[in-house]
Every structure is written in structure tokens, then in C-alpha cells.
């Protein structure tokens, strides 16, 4: 379980980041290994060299002292006190800490130590160097057994190994073993190194920088596009989920819609069954009476009979006017919306005699012919309602609050519970599907004295509906 969760939150870490911890490492070892090689080729660069300098200089001063090494088994006493003065004064006896001379087979054939001289030791790796002609020189590695008088100095040697010539053959006839006090080649050796580290880290510090500015550069414009792309996703979903409620919405409004025409359609039979059939079939029963039809017993009775049925079939296309005037809109397309208003007031008024206050805004607002005829009919029915059920006063208010239009009607009346009004409630129904059809809302605040319908429109929803 730990383990995936580990890789988990590694790649939940930015690639940035991701980078210089790995990119950090790599360096870093790298920037190890880089410095261990080239410090340590400096370092036998600068040993060989100076160990160079040095065994052309003892060579020069002790080859001259020395006999036919292809001859002589062994050196001579005097041979040995020339090389004990020439080696233990002067500069060359202020640089060597210890010299020897070496037969192939192994044998010390002289050494400034005394006890050294006859001695036979192992062939080191260095002396089968020098026996085969070439120089071998190391620094501080005093791991041979005849190393013990060097170790136990405790100073920086530099150690040599020089083949001796001869000098008409070129055959190599002896090695000169011998040892420098080295504190100048070690200061030397150390500033070396520490140059070479500063160069190698340095080197990869600007080349490790390099590379995470144009990863983090890159990382940054990754990490701006997804940001980007995660909130397209998540305004897209968002959307998507609105398109949805809409969908839902729009398909309840629908079938309430469609049961809400059918209510209408039996309320308007009603209304023209209880109203104007009423009265067209009092006039007819009167017509058919013998007052009218029969033989006149009194003129001023048919007179009155006649005015009679005349007046309910007045009053019977009165009330069929009044209902084709609910049911045809005033031609509203290409009105502003103050003018909607204005004259869905003014049929109320000439309707039902009351008197309406009007407040609208200043500012005009532009509406799609579907948002008008909804404005319409919610100042129209509420206006009804408020006059059928509410009483007193009523009042009409446009407001403009930014992006949204929002239309109140009021009444001075008792008020009701809204709560009390059910889903089959033709005219409170048929407003709400109206103005929730169109993206609107619709409120009803009712408290005594008084009761507010609101609606309110988005303005730029508003015109593409």
C-alpha cells in the first residue's frame, strides 16, 4: 500500500518538480564522477610531470658517480661515500628523504640506509615498471615493505622510480628508487584540485540552471494550459449541468403547458357556457314566447319583451367581447417594454374601472417578442387576480437591476398564504410556467395588508428566447 501510494504523489507533483529532483541527482553524481576523472588525471599529469623534472635532475647528478651496473654485482666503497656526499648535501640533500638502488633480481645494491644495502625484496609493480624502461612515480602511497623508514616520516613524498641506462646500449641496467619531500608539489597538487572541482561544479551548476529554466519555463506554460483546460472542463460540465436542469425544466413546463391549455380551454367553455350561452338561450326561450310570436294582446308588452331579449343579447356579446379581448394580444412586437406595460394597465383599467399606479424605469431594455407577450400576460393575469381576490389598490413596477428586468404587481388586499395555492391553480400555474419557460423567476410574497407577484428576466437570456 506504501509503495503505490509513494508513486502516487510523485506523479502528482509537477514536472517542474519532478525535474530538479531527478535532473539534481543526476547532476550531482555526475558532477562526482566527472571531477573524480579529470582530478585524477590531473593529478598523474602533474605527479608525472614534476617527477620528471625531478629524475632528469638526481640522473644528471648521480649517473656520473655510478660504475658499469652490466658489470658490477655490487658498488664499491667508494662509489658509496661519493653517492653518501653527493645525496646528504647540498639541495639535492635537502629534497631526498631516502635513495636506493635496485638490481633486477630485487637486491638493494645501495641505499642511504645502511641497513637496507643487500637486502632482497619482491619486485613491486613500480620497479617492473622501471626495469622495463619506464618511469613510475606516485605520491603518498607507501604500501611497499622496504617503505617503513618513509612511513614513519609522516611528511608528503613524492616517490620515484627512474631506470638506469646504459649509456651506449640504452639497456636498462639498475633503477634509482628514491624519495622528494613534496610539500611545494603538494600545495601544488591541492590547488590543482580544487580547481578542478570549482571548474566541474561550476560547469554543472550553470548547465544544470540552464536546463531547469527551460524545464520550468516549459513546466510553467503545461501547468497554465491545464489549469486553462481544467476550468474549460469545469465550466463546460457546469454548462452541461445547467443544460440539463434546462432540458428537465423545459420538459416540465411543457406538459404543464399542455395540461395548463386544456384547463383554459374548459375555463373558457365555462365561461361561455355560464355566460353569453346563458343568455342566448333566455332570448331564445323569449323569443319563442307567446308575447312575442302570438297574437299581440298588448303592444307595450311586446315593446317590453322585445327590449328585453334585445338586452340579454347584449349583455351576451358583451361578455363574448370581454373574453376575445383576454384571449387576442394588442400588437406588442415591435412595442418598447414601458408601452407593454403601459397598455396592459390601460385595458385593466378600461375593463374593471380601477385605478392602477404605474412606476417603470428609464432605461429601455430590449426583449424578444416571447419575453413581451410572457411581460404581458403576468402584468394582465396578476392585475385580474389582484382585482378578483385582493381589492383596494394595485399597483405596477418596473425595475432595472444591472442584466435583470424584474416586473411587480401589488395589491392592497388581505393578502394569502401562498402555500395554500395548489399546482392546478390555473392563473398563479400558468404565470409561473410562462416566466420559468423563459429562464425567469417567479415569486409570490403575500402578507396582510397586501400581496407581490414578481417575475424577473436575465435581459441578454431574454432576447435570444
Known sequence: MRRPNLISKWNSQSLAKQFLVIGGVVSIVAMLLVGAFVTRMIEDAVTRNSAATTALYVDSVVAPLLPDMQTSEALDDTVARALDETLGQGALGDRLLSFRLWRSDGTVLYS????????????????????????AAQFNDLDDVEDETERLAGKPLLEIYNPVLQPWSGQVVAVSEFYEIAYDFQHSLNRARLHTWLAVAGFTLVFF?????IVLRGSRTIENQRHALRQRIDDLSALLAQNEALRERVQRASERVTALNESHLRRIGADLHDGPAQLIAYASLRLDSRTVVGSPTSPARREQEIASIKASLDEAMHEIRTICSGLVLPQIEAASLSEILERSVHAHRQRTGTVVDLVTSSTSVCLSPSAKICVYRFVQEALNNAHRHGGGGQHVIQRLQGKCVTVEVADDGPGF?????????????GLRERVESLGGTFEITSAAPGTIVRMTLNTEEAEQV
Open 112 to 135: 642511504n640506509d645502511r641497513a637496507m644495502v643487500g637486502k632482497r625484496f619482491p619486485l613491486s609493480d613500480e620497479l617492473k615498471t622501471a626495469f622495463a624502461g619506464k618511469m
Open 209 to 213: 540552471a540552464t536546463l531547469s529554466a
Open 417 to 429: 398564504n401562498p402555500d395554500d395555492v395548489g399546482p392546478t391553480s390555473l392563473g398563479l400555474a
